[in-house]
């Protein structure tokens, strides 16, 4: 358990569809992150948010959009997907952005399968 | 540019052994260093950090992880290996010139055989 809680950790979704990941953190964090891990690369960083406002949008697509109601959660929107959007999606959390020294918190992820 | 690298994709070591996973990397300025451990379909976990004083980490499940400024690496390391300890290791820095990323390298697997 590591205070970071996403559901569903299980998503199948053909490209038309609408549907949403959620994050939760217990951790009383300011800072909020969405990455995507695929197979074969690095983790790539998608999305920051510090105190409920988006700062960092690393260049992803519009068909994902990012919400922030509060420091606690954070959703990822996803709309009319690709293939090659199938993905583990993780959400982490940390104490704030810019400590250094901030250790990055992360979710069990959600596995996304786009058919 | 800022980076870290894993130069071993895969890493095999008897039960009972020791195991290093080999880390180095370049930033601007101080280093701050982490490692994270995947088990299969899960999340990345937490084992330790280096942000200053001992050279020497100590982490989680009896891992550690030896700073060296002069070689820029941060190795990591357990005298004993448990096949339990079999999993997806990555090795992080923070990118000291955008607070809000964290660089991660391309992950090692570690298998640990009875």
């Known amino acids: 358990e590591t205070g970071v809680t996403q559901t569903p950790r299980h998503l199948v979704m053909g490209m038309t569809n609408k549907k949403s990941l959620k994050c939760e953190q217990h951790l009383g964090h300011n800072a909020m992150y969405w990455y995507k891990q695929s197979a074969k690369k690095p983790l790539e960083l998608m999305f920051v948010y510090s105190l409920e406002e988006r700062v960092e949008n690393n260049s992803v697509p519009s068909r994902f959009s990012p919400e922030c109601p509060n420091s606690s959660h954070l959703f990822l929107h996803l709309h009319t997907l690709q293939p090659e959007d199938s993905a583990l999606y993780l959400c982490a959390s940390s104490q704030d952005r810019l400590g250094l020294g901030n250790t990055i918190y992360f979710g069990e992820g959600s596995w996304l399968t786009v058919v | 540019a800022q980076s870290v690298a894993q130069p071993e994709d895969q890493v095999n070591v008897a039960e009972g052994n020791p195991l290093t996973v080999k880390c180095t990397y370049s930033v601007s300025g101080n280093p701050y260093l982490f490692w994270y451990v995947q088990y299969p379909n899960r999340g990345l976990q937490f084992l330790l950090k280096?942000?200053?004083?001992?050279?020497l980490v100590k982490g989680s499940y009896g891992f550690e992880a030896e700073f060296n400024k002069s070689q820029t690496s941060f190795h990591l390391k357990k005298p004993s290996a448990l096949v339990s300890d079999s999993a997806l290791y990555f090795c992080?820095?923070?990118?000291?010139?955008?607070?809000?990323?964290?660089?991660f390298g391309s992950g090692t697997r570690l298998s640990i055989r009875p």
């Open positions: 280096y942000i200053t004083g001992d050279n």
């Open positions: 992080a820095v923070r990118d000291t010139l955008s607070a809000s990323k964290i660089i």
